[in-house]
């Protein structure tokens, strides 16, 4: 039998609700018709990661589309557009690095009851890890390697993704 996978706890579902009847049909008395999902640390905690990572990985999925319409016009082009990416990708790496943090001490109690979280978690952060190294050493390399380093580069940002929605639940 597979563990369950812990929820995530800045995702809370709604309580059962009876349309039109608000908390009374919880049974929490007061009506709450027309009220937003409350606002807390974990909905902003969550925000600034999802944001982080579609600028880390959506960006790096944008300027690879880029790439050839911009070597087109030479290489200046493409390294301004490169540099000018490169300060807001690596921003986003930091903000990814530190919600992170924020993320698993958030889920820390629910980390040490699920072997199979814990285990996600890992491969999750070594991908991450691999994602920002080949980056970096993408900035610095010339040639045949800074294609294969980019496309790694790529594939590891993308994996990491999919193992965060998993660890979301």
Known sequence: M???TPA???LRPPAPCTPGRGKAARGAGARE???MLPISWDTIRLFLHVLAA???VGGQLVLA???PVLRRFGAEP???AARRFNQVAWTAFAVLVITGIWNIAAVSSQISHSASYRTTLIV???VVVISGVTASLHIRSKGRSRAILGALTGISALAAL???VLLAG
């Open 2 to 4: 597979q563990e369950e």
């Open 54 to 56: 579609t600028i880390w």
């Open 8 to 10: 995530h706890p800045g």
């Open 78 to 80: 493409l390294g301004a």
């Open 162 to 164: 999919f193992l965060g």
């Open 33 to 35: 018709e027309g009220k």
């Open 65 to 67: 589309a880029l790439v």
């Open 124 to 126: 999750k952060l070594v």
